[in-house]
C-alpha cells in the first residue's frame, strides 16, 4: 500500500503520549502551538515561569455544538484542574465527566500549556462531554492510533491494531457515543472502526472536522461526497489527496482547498493545473507550488509576474530564466513591503525582512549603467 505523504500524517493530528515517540505531526495550518498530555499524563511544561499577559481570556467551547460556555481570565487558572472547576460552575457540567482538549491532546490536571495562556490568538479550549469510566479507554484508543502513525513515519505500512484492548475494540464496535468522543479527539481513530462506520456519514463527517487527513479512511463513497470532502478541506487542504477523482477535478472544491493550503496543488486534476486562476491561488498561499505549475503556463512571462505579486516568496521558485528579470524582482520587493497584493495568512511574514536584504537595491531610471 502507498505510503501516505508527511502533509497527510500532518492532518490525521495524532495525539502525543509519554508512552510513545515524541514525534507527531499535526496541521500548521491549525494549530501551532502542543496541548497538554492525555488524561492521566503528564503536561509537558516550560522549566521557567510563564508570564500571563494581564487580561487575557480563556475560552471553553463545546465540542459539538461549538457553544462558548466559558470565557474566564487565563491567570485564574493556571492548571487543568481549575479549569475543570471553572467549567462547572459556569456550566454545571461535573469535573469527571470533562474532557477538556486542546492541541490535539486532553488536557490533564497539571499546568496549562503556555501556548494557550500566553497567546491571544490561542483556539478555544474544546470541552468534550464523556462517561466517567471513558477517559482511561479513549486514553488507550488515542494512543494506540498515534503510535500506528509513528509507525507508518518510520517503519512503512500501518501498525497492527491488535494492541486494542478487548473492551476498547467493543466500545468502538458497539457504542456509537463513544465512538463520536473518540472521533472529536482524534480524527485518525477512523481508521480503528468498522466498514460500516467508515461510511457512516455523521460519523466521518466528525472524524474529517478534526483531522482533514482523516478522510484517506473513509469509505469509497463518502470521499466523493462534497459536503465531507469540504469538511475535511476546511481543516486541510492536503485531504484533497483522498477526494475521489470527480472532485478533485471540480474548480470549486479545488480552490477551496487551495484556500486552506497551497501544496494542494500537487492533488488537483491535470486540466484544472492548466488554468491560470487555480495556479495562482496555489501560489497565493504557497510560493513553492510554482515548480508544480505545468511549463505551459510557468513559462509565461506575465503570469510569473502577477505570481510574484501575489506571494513575493515565489521568487524563489522562479524558472531559471526569470531570476534576474529585474520588474519580477521589484514585484517581489513591493509585495514583501507591503504595497503589493494582500498578505495570505499561510505565507510566513517573519520572511520579509531577510528577503528584503537578499534584494538588490531599487534601480533608478537614470542609472543606464543598472538597466539591460
Given at each position: 500500500?502507498?505510503?501516505?505523504?508527511?502533509?497527510?500524517?500532518?492532518?490525521?493530528?495524532?495525539?502525543?503520549?509519554?508512552?510513545?515517540?515524541?514525534?507527531?505531526?499535526?496541521?500548521?495550518?491549525?494549530?501551532?502551538?502542543?496541548?497538554?498530555?492525555?488524561?492521566?499524563?503528564?503536561?509537558?511544561?516550560?522549566p521557567h515561569t510563564t508570564q500571563v499577559p494581564v487580561g487575557l481570556l480563556l475560552r471553553v467551547v463545546d465540542c459539538f455544538s461549538g457553544e462558548t460556555l466559558l470565557?474566564?481570565?487565563?491567570?485564574?487558572?493556571?492548571?487543568?484542574?481549575?479549569?475543570?472547576?471553572?467549567?462547572?460552575?459556569?456550566?454545571?457540567?461535573?469535573?469527571?465527566?470533562?474532557?477538556?482538549?486542546?492541541?490535539?491532546?486532553?488536557?490533564?490536571?497539571?499546568?496549562?500549556?503556555?501556548?494557550?495562556?500566553?497567546?491571544?490568538?490561542?483556539?478555544?479550549?474544546?470541552?468534550?462531554?464523556?462517561?466517567?469510566?471513558?477517559?482511561?479507554?479513549?486514553?488507550?484508543?488515542?494512543?494506540?492510533?498515534?503510535?500506528?502513525?509513528?509507525?507508518?513515519?518510520?517503519?512503512?505500512?500501518?501498525?497492527?491494531?491488535?494492541?486494542?484492548?478487548?473492551?476498547?475494540?467493543?466500545?468502538?464496535?458497539?457504542?456509537?457515543?463513544?465512538?463520536?468522543?473518540?472521533?472529536?479527539?482524534?480524527?485518525?481513530?477512523?481508521?480503528?472502526?468498522?466498514?460500516?462506520?467508515?461510511?457512516?456519514?455523521?460519523?466521518?463527517?466528525?472524524?474529517?472536522?478534526?483531522?482533514?487527513?482523516?478522510?484517506?479512511?473513509?469509505?469509497?463513497?463518502?470521499?466523493?461526497?462534497?459536503?465531507?470532502?469540504?469538511?475535511?478541506?476546511?481543516?486541510?487542504?492536503?485531504?484533497?489527496?483522498?477526494?475521489?477523482?470527480?472532485?478533485?477535478?471540480?474548480?470549486?472544491?479545488?480552490?477551496?482547498?487551495?484556500?486552506?493550503?497551497?501544496?494542494?496543488?500537487?492533488?488537483?486534476?491535470?486540466?484544472?493545473?492548466?488554468?491560470?486562476?487555480?495556479?495562482?491561488?496555489?501560489?497565493?498561499?504557497?510560493?513553492?507550488?510554482?515548480?508544480?505549475?505545468?511549463?505551459?503556463?510557468?513559462?509565461?512571462?506575465?503570469?510569473?509576474?502577477?505570481?510574484?505579486?501575489?506571494?513575493?516568496?515565489?521568487?524563489?521558485?522562479?524558472?531559471?530564466?526569470?531570476?534576474?528579470?529585474?520588474?519580477?524582482?521589484?514585484?517581489?520587493?513591493?509585495?514583501?513591503?507591503?504595497?503589493?497584493?494582500?498578505?495570505?495568512?499561510?505565507?510566513?511574514?517573519?520572511?520579509?525582512?531577510?528577503?528584503?536584504?537578499?534584494?538588490?537595491?531599487?534601480?533608478?531610471?537614470?542609472?543606464?549603467?543598472?538597466?539591460?
Amino acid at each position: 500500500a502507498r505510503q501516505p505523504s508527511r502533509w497527510s500524517l500532518a492532518a490525521c493530528g495524532a495525539a502525543r503520549s509519554t508512552a510513545m515517540a515524541p514525534l507527531i505531526f499535526r496541521s500548521a495550518s491549525r494549530l501551532s502551538s502542543r496541548g497538554g498530555g492525555s488524561s492521566g499524563g503528564s503536561t509537558p511544561t516550560s522549566p521557567h515561569t510563564t508570564q500571563v499577559p494581564v487580561g487575557l481570556l480563556l475560552r471553553v467551547v463545546d465540542c459539538f455544538s461549538g457553544e462558548t460556555l466559558l470565557e474566564v481570565p487565563a491567570d485564574s487558572v493556571a492548571d487543568g484542574t481549575r479549569l475543570r472547576v471553572a467549567v462547572r460552575k459556569a456550566a454545571t457540567i461535573p469535573v469527571e465527566a470533562q474532557r477538556l482538549l486542546w492541541g490535539g491532546c486532553a488536557l490533564d490536571s497539571g499546568p496549562l500549556p503556555p501556548g494557550l495562556t500566553t497567546n491571544p490568538d490561542a483556539p478555544a479550549v474544546r470541552l468534550l462531554r464523556v462517561e466517567v469510566d471513558w477517559h482511561a479507554a479513549l486514553n488507550r484508543v488515542v494512543s494506540v492510533i498515534a503510535f500506528s502513525i509513528n509507525k507508518e513515519l518510520f517503519d512503512g505500512p500501518f501498525a497492527s491494531d491488535d494492541s486494542l484492548r478487548g473492551e476498547d475494540r467493543a466500545l468502538l464496535e458497539g457504542n456509537r457515543d463513544f465512538v463520536l468522543a473518540a472521533l472529536q479527539e482524534n480524527g485518525a481513530v477512523l481508521r480503528l472502526l468498522s466498514d460500516a462506520l467508515r461510511d457512516d456519514r455523521e460519523v466521518v463527517l466528525t472524524a474529517v472536522s478534526e483531522s482533514g487527513g482523516a478522510l484517506m479512511f473513509a469509505s469509497e463513497a463518502l470521499r466523493g461526497d462534497s459536503e465531507v470532502v469540504r469538511a475535511a478541506l476546511a481543516q486541510n487542504g492536503t485531504a484533497l489527496e483522498y477526494a475521489s477523482a470527480e472532485l478533485r477535478r471540480d474548480p470549486e472544491i479545488v480552490l477551496s482547498a487551495l484556500q486552506s493550503s497551497g501544496e494542494a496543488f500537487r492533488y488537483v486534476g491535470e486540466e484544472l493545473k492548466l488554468r491560470r486562476e487555480v495556479a495562482l491561488a496555489a501560489v497565493r498561499s504557497w510560493g513553492a507550488a510554482l515548480e508544480e505549475v505545468p511549463y505551459a503556463v510557468a513559462k509565461e512571462r506575465d503570469f510569473l509576474l502577477d505570481a510574484v505579486r501575489a506571494n513575493g516568496d515565489a521568487l524563489h521558485h522562479l524558472p531559471a530564466a526569470f531570476r534576474s528579470d529585474k520588474e519580477i524582482t521589484m514585484a517581489a520587493r513591493e509585495f514583501w513591503a507591503g504595497r503589493g497584493a494582500d498578505r495570505d495568512p499561510s505565507t510566513i511574514p517573519v520572511r520579509a525582512e531577510h528577503f528584503l536584504m537578499r534584494l538588490p537595491p531599487p534601480v533608478k531610471v537614470e542609472d543606464k549603467r543598472a538597466i539591460g
